[in-house]
């Protein structure tokens, strides 16, 4: 059965870092993008990042620029993302997702976003990352 499970959240103060991971079991993420995703209490789910399948490349929220940094172990099927510089709106549940790399002028519009998954086919649970001030 495809999964995917998301581990490295907690508690951590204003300024301080957290590395999330996102393991793919039942499957391996070499042909996948993948896109990690977060929703704050009361909020809509926004797209944080994503990493592309064919060539790795990266996009961020503006939100989270310079400080996120999403990367790629094909070997291990584990997208990771160090987050540094938390702030106390980085609050959120954060979550994964994973799927076929968007083509074309869809995937410049999503790339704008921080996404690069086409059709997402699997989500992961989350895991919760407190950030206090």
């Known amino acids: 059965q495809a999964r995917l499970v998301e581990s490295g959240g907690g508690a951590v103060q204003a300024g301080g870092s957290l590395r999330l991971s996102c393991q793919a079991t039942?499957?391996?993420?070499?042909?996948?993008?993948v896109e990690w995703y977060r929703q704050a209490p009361g909020k809509e789910r926004e797209a944080v990042s994503c990493i592309c399948s064919r060539d790795g490349s990266t996009y961020y929220a503006d939100s989270v620029k310079g400080r996120f940094t999403i990367s790629k172990d094909n070997a291990n099927s584990t997208v990771v993302l160090q987050m540094n510089s938390l702030n106390t709106e980085g609050t959120a549940v954060y979550t994964c997702?994973?799927?076929?790399?968007?083509?074309?002028?869809?995937?410049?519009?999503?790339?704008?976003?921080?996404?690069?998954?086409?059709?997402?086919?699997?989500w992961g649970k989350g895991t919760q990352v407190t950030v206090s001030s």
């Open positions: 039942g499957f391996t993420l070499e042909h996948y993008a």
């Open positions: 997702a994973a799927g076929g790399q968007a083509q074309g002028e869809r995937g410049k519009k999503l790339a704008k976003m921080g996404r690069c998954v086409g059709y997402i086919g699997c």
